[in-house]
């Protein structure tokens, strides 16, 4: 496949590349800014702009929205930055998608929202409630994941990640050292390889995935889903790490 990933600049998007190349599939990275990241096909556009997103989508098989609001404290201090980013550039993706034929959707979500008081629930509740603006545009995003999913029949995924870092690095995206485990910790290539093989599901439905590389996850958080339904195995567990006192 030919994939496109959004945002495909950000510290996110530069970890996924390595396992979703390493399985054959190419990528074209887009993102408000020019990128410089051989061999792979860079394109610069914005999300809010329809004709840049359809130019974007032409001629991929799939795609990933992974772009996001800077999170500075200004964007989220109202609506209209966050939203117009998350919320309807996430609406132009999905709409170009749409018109273009392609079917395969991965949405890069957030457990940032309130999870349901049974987490046998947490895979089967889109959207989740919202804690902050910033959860809000994001259950706004799995909402447009479930409308074209039923509408057009598309192949849609949803991944609620955890703490993103590079555990090789072991540092998080701000390059903050992690010398402690927690539940949430996910490594971005283990993002990147859930986010493979969504895209390789060869069912037409609308799954939720939550991505959590570490053991405790898999019942705390539900990331058993995610290995159950797509064969996943984390790479990274960060078992190497202590746990916090008192956990």
């Known amino acids: 496949m030919k994939i496109l990933i959004t945002g495909g600049g950000g510290f996110l998007s530069r970890g996924m590349i390595e396992p979703i190349v390493a399985a054959g599939h190419e990528l074209r990275l887009m ?10 096909e860079c394109l610069k556009g914005d999300v809010t ?9 032409t001629g991929v098989d799939a795609v ?13 201090e109202t609506p209209q930055v966050c939203f117009q980013i998350n919320v309807t550039g996430t609406a132009n993706v999905l709409h170009a998608a749409a018109e273009l034929g392609i079917r395969k959707i991965v949405i890069i979500s957030t ?9 046998r629930q947490w895979v089967k509740t889109v959207p989740l409630s919202a804690r902050s603006l910033y959860g809000a545009t994001k259950a706004c995003q799995e ?6 999913a039923e509408e057009f029949g598309m192949t849609v995924s949803i ?3 955890g ?16 010398s402690e485990r927690a539940p949430l910790d996910c490594d971005r290539r283990d993002v990147g390889e859930v986010a493979r093989l969504a895209l390789e599901r060869t069912d037409t439905s609308l799954d939720v995935f939550p991505v959590m590389s570490t053991r405790e996850a898999q019942k705390m ?15 990274y567990d960060f078992d190497r790490l202590p746990l916090p006192a008192g956990a």
């Open 64 to 76: 990933i929205i992974n772009h996001m609001a800077p999170r500075k404290p200004d964007a989220y």
């Open 221 to 235: 958080w539900g990331s058993q889903h995610t290995i159950d339904r797509l064969r996943w195995t984390p790479r």
């Open 159 to 161: 991944l609620r990640l």
């Open 31 to 40: 993102d408000v800014f020019d990128l410089d990241l051989p061999p792979h």
């Open 143 to 148: 909402t447009l994941g479930r409308q074209y």
């Open 111 to 119: 457990t940032g929202m309130k999870p349901p008081a049974d987490y």
């Open 49 to 57: 702009d329809l004709d840049d997103v359809r130019r974007a989508l």
């Open 163 to 178: 703490y993103i870092v590079d555990a090789e690095a072991m540092q998080d995206k701000y390059g903050r050292d992690i």
